[in-house]
């Protein structure tokens, strides 16, 4: 629509333009503003697009960090059944031991119940793992060797025997003075069904003389 203040250089121009002007007001609702419907229409509303969100993978444990991962969890529950094994050596269950051990190991404990019974010893308390460090990891498998290569995880475990006492019938403490609170042995877990994840048990024990940790 012509502006008022322009410049018209002729009286029918003025003419044309006044008669637009009443046409506009006469076709428009009561009191609305005369400006043209399109100088005052707003732009559409944008809708900002949604932020893709980025999935970060998980990364994948190799096989030698899913056995030593394996062996850290056997451990604890070797030690923990091994108290328990002695805390009232008559009435435990010795099949439990195979649920821990293997080989060696498994003979080592089954000769300390049976050493509990024959001297009537009991233990009270239990021992703690304070750290596994140092894996050694050998996942070769060959059952026909002689011997066998068998799939093995090898760690340095400290571990505190402070609240763990073993007493004979009359209740003394046959617990020498000079034991060492904390003890560093090697402890070698083995899986003879690997790749099974639930087949690794402790295969033996090396309390190293006497270490400390």
């Known amino acids: 629509m012509t502006r008022h203040t322009q410049h018209l250089t002729s009286i029918a121009a003025i003419a044309v333009a006044a008669l637009a002007l009443s046409a506009c007001n006469s076709t428009g609702d009561p009191g609305s503003n005369t400006t043209s419907d399109a100088a005052t229409t ?3 509303a944008t809708t900002d697009a949604p ?10 444990q190799s096989p ?8 850290e969890k056997m451990i ?3 030690f923990e059944v091994g108290d328990r094994s002695i805390q009232d050596p008559n009435k435990f269950d010795r099949e439990e031991l195979k649920k821990v051990a293997i080989s060696s190991a498994v003979d080592d404990m089954q000769n300390r119940v049976s050493a509990f019974q024959r001297q009537e010893l009991k233990a009270s308390g239990k021992t703690e793992v304070e750290s596994m460090t140092n894996p050694r990891v050998d996942l070769k498998l060959d059952l026909k060797k002689s011997p066998p290569d068998v799939p093995s ?3 340095d475990v400290c571990i505190d025997v402070s609240k763990l ?3 004979d019938k009359d209740g003394k403490s046959m617990i020498p003075a000079d034991r060492k609170p904390r003890q560093l042995w090697r402890v070698g877990v083995a899986n003879y069904e690997y790749p099974k994840a639930d087949a690794w048990r402790i295969a033996y024990t090396d309390t190293q003389g ?3 940790c």
């Open 153 to 155: 995880v090898q760690l």
């Open 51 to 60: 932020t893709p969100t980025t999935t970060t993978p998980t990364p994948t």
């Open 210 to 212: 006497g270490k400390t």
């Open 42 to 44: 707003s732009a559409p």
């Open 165 to 167: 006492n073993v007493v």
């Open 64 to 71: 030698e960090d899913e056995a030593i991962e394996a062996a």
């Open 76 to 78: 604890p529950l070797y």
